[in-house]
């Protein structure tokens, strides 16, 4: 009676027939058996019941924690900040809003470029050699400073303030512009080179250069029948490499030949790199070309993620001698400001940030300021090249311009595009008499001289420094 007491009590409001059965049932041995059944069954079925709600909450949770880290981590990779807000960061006491990055990269696609049909009918232009003209001479050799115990040799030289400010001026004068040896006794400040291979390039009137060092790329040839039989003859093509990356290159089955030659390429081997940063010691070809090839005319630089598909006479005709400029190399595909292009390095953390802060800094108390695209009299459609590939006459601006440029990847950090604005606006400001026939191109116009590839690998920034 008291269980059906009990019973009756939580059902209060199911009484009739369902209390009948209950009563009917409890006054039996077997209806006794039916109830506790029943209330076992009860039982272990709530059990159940909280059990599986239990897990599915658990589950629940554990699939937003995942998510969450998931946006977050997605975040941090694309955009250097969650794709949830909106991060305002302070570079050099400047204020940016930063916006989360596009999912989408965008897509970017070469143009059409009006070469002439072939290289039969070229003639340089009558004075095009008829640039500004002054005396450039190169320090060779830096003496140990008295009492300085300390002095080390450096490729780029030991350059004072002082001299740098003097180096602006385009007229006669001796300056630092890398190769730099120190006193006698002192070993090599870098990039040896064999004398066979030194012979060789200063036969060079017009070449076509790369480099690969720390084994970061491909070998990529040039398209061979996209070069003119004439080009094939008088132009060097030279790709520097170091002794790790021709060890993998012969690896890979590709060996020079006797004469040195991989296609196209003459391969030239460097010893003793200068820098320990691979993207620092790539700016040595790619600036100073008039240094290692004393006796050519015209150059052209390529990043070795390039194939150039296109002949180089060709390319100097369009960019320098239709234009009449003495220096050409294209706009950035993206950005067009230093403020933009510093946000992007550190975002990527492509360089030490301190080093970059120091160098724009600098550069902002010594007159860089932000691009302006609506101002008619600024002086370059963009503040921040594509500097892959550049086409050059080798004039003493241009000559000038390099060793300026290399000078501040020597003494700033090694990402180009940080210092090219400043170099070519001071160099402009300091020498208003004296133009510099700089042609900032179009970047789809690059994209249609090559094709484009990734890196092997990327060199590892010099984080530390």
């Given at each position: 009676?008291?269980?059906?007491?009990?019973?009756?009590?939580?059902l209060s409001e199911r009484?009739?027939?369902?209390?009948?059965?209950?009563?009917?049932?409890?006054?039996?041995?077997?209806?006794?058996?039916?109830?506790?059944?029943?209330?076992?069954?009860?039982?272990?079925?709530?059990?159940?019941?909280?059990?599986?709600?239990?897990?599915?909450?658990?589950?629940?949770?554990?699939?937003?924690?995942?998510?969450?880290?998931?946006?977050?981590?997605?975040?941090?990779?694309?955009?250097?900040?969650?794709?949830?807000?909106?991060?305002?960061?302070?570079?050099?006491?400047?204020?940016?809003?930063?916006?989360?990055?596009?999912?989408?990269?965008?897509?970017?696609?070469?143009?059409?470029?009006?070469?002439?049909?072939?290289?039969?009918?070229?003639?340089?232009?009558?004075?095009?050699?008829?640039?500004?003209?002054?005396?450039?001479?190169?320090?060779?050799?830096?003496?140990?400073?008295?009492?300085?115990?300390?002095?080390?040799?450096?490729?780029?030289?030991?350059?004072?303030?002082?001299?740098?400010?003097?180096?602006?001026?385009?007229?006669?004068?001796?300056?630092?512009?890398?190769?730099?040896?120190?006193?006698?006794?002192?070993?090599?400040?870098?990039?040896?080179?064999?004398?066979?291979?030194?012979?060789?390039?200063?036969?060079?009137?017009?070449?076509?250069?790369?480099?690969?060092?720390?084994?970061?790329?491909?070998?990529?040839?040039?398209?061979?029948?996209?070069?003119?039989?004439?080009?094939?003859?008088?132009?060097?093509?030279?790709?520097?490499?170091?002794?790790?990356?021709?060890?993998?290159?012969?690896?890979?089955?590709?060996?020079?030949?006797?004469?040195?030659?991989?296609?196209?390429?003459?391969?030239?081997?460097?010893?003793?790199?200068?820098?320990?940063?691979?993207?620092?010691?790539?700016?040595?070809?790619?600036?100073?070309?008039?240094?290692?090839?004393?006796?050519?005319?015209?150059?052209?630089?390529?990043?070795?993620?390039?194939?150039?598909?296109?002949?180089?006479?060709?390319?100097?005709?369009?960019?320098?001698?239709?234009?009449?400029?003495?220096?050409?190399?294209?706009?950035?595909?993206?950005?067009?400001?230093?403020?933009?292009?510093?946000?992007?390095?550190?975002?990527?953390?492509?360089?030490?940030?301190?080093?970059?802060?120091?160098?724009f800094i600098f550069y902002?108390?010594?007159?860089?300021?932000?691009?302006?695209?609506?101002?008619?009299?600024?002086?370059?459609?963009?503040?921040?090249?594509?500097?892959?590939?550049?086409?050059?006459?080798?004039?003493?601006?241009?000559?000038?311009?390099?060793?300026?440029?290399?000078?501040?990847?020597?003494?700033?950090?090694?990402?180009?595009?940080?210092?090219?604005?400043?170099?070519?606006?001071?160099?402009?400001?300091?020498?208003?008499?004296?133009?510099?026939?700089?042609?900032?191109?179009?970047?789809?116009?690059?994209?249609?001289?090559?094709?484009?590839?990734?890196?092997?690998?990327?060199?590892?920034?010099?984080?530390?420094?």
């Amino acid at each position: 009676m008291a269980l059906y007491r009990h019973n009756s009590e939580l059902l209060s409001e199911r009484r009739g027939i369902f209390g009948a059965v209950f009563k009917s049932l409890g006054q039996s041995e077997h209806g006794f058996r039916v109830v506790r059944r029943g209330r076992r069954f009860g039982r272990i079925t709530k059990q159940r019941f909280s059990f599986w709600v239990f897990s599915l909450a658990v589950c629940f949770l554990i699939y937003w924690a995942l998510l969450s880290i998931k946006m977050l981590f997605h975040g941090k990779m694309e955009g250097g900040i969650s794709s949830l807000s909106e991060v305002q960061q302070e570079t050099s006491g400047l204020s940016v809003l930063k916006q989360p990055r596009s999912k989408h990269r965008k897509i970017h696609h070469p143009c059409e470029v009006e070469f002439r049909a072939s290289v039969d009918d070229l003639v340089e232009p009558k004075d095009f050699m008829n640039f500004t003209k002054f005396s450039l001479g190169y320090i060779s050799r830096e003496e140990k400073l008295f009492g300085n115990n300390l002095f080390e040799p450096r490729f780029g030289g030991h350059q004072t303030l002082e001299e740098r400010e003097k180096s602006f001026y385009a007229r006669n004068q001796t300056l630092h512009c890398g190769f730099v040896k120190g006193p006698e006794g002192y070993l090599s400040t870098g990039f040896d080179l064999d004398e066979k291979d030194k012979i060789y390039m200063n036969t060079c009137g017009v070449v076509v250069s790369s480099c690969i060092f720390g084994s970061s790329d491909f070998l990529r040839r040039p398209t061979s029948k996209q070069i003119s039989d004439y080009s094939k003859k008088s132009v060097c093509f030279v790709m520097f490499v170091d002794e790790q990356t021709l060890s993998k290159l012969s690896s890979e089955g590709n060996v020079p030949d006797d004469r040195g030659f991989i296609g196209l390429w003459r391969i030239v081997t460097v010893r003793n790199l200068p820098y320990e940063d691979m993207r620092r010691t790539g700016k040595v070809p790619k600036f100073l070309s008039h240094r290692l090839f004393p006796s050519s005319r015209y150059s052209i630089w390529l990043d070795s993620k390039m194939r150039l598909q296109t002949d180089p006479m060709l390319i100097i005709e369009y960019f320098l001698w239709r234009t009449g400029s003495e220096y050409a190399i294209s706009n950035h595909y993206d950005r067009h400001c230093v403020w933009e292009e510093v946000l992007q390095n550190k975002r990527l953390n492509k360089y030490n940030h301190s080093a970059i802060d120091e160098q724009f800094i600098f550069y902002q108390s010594d007159g860089l300021t932000k691009f302006d695209p609506s101002d008619p009299n600024t002086p370059l459609p963009s503040y921040v090249p594509e500097g892959s590939f550049i086409v050059r006459a080798h004039t003493p601006m241009s000559n000038l311009f390099s060793c300026l440029w290399f000078n501040e990847i020597d003494r700033f950090t090694s990402r180009d595009q940080l210092s090219f604005a400043y170099t070519y606006l001071k160099l402009r400001r300091m020498n208003p008499d004296k133009p510099f026939f700089l042609n900032m191109f179009k970047d789809c116009e690059r994209r249609a001289l090559v094709k484009l590839f990734r890196h092997r690998t990327v060199p590892s920034p010099p984080l530390s420094s």
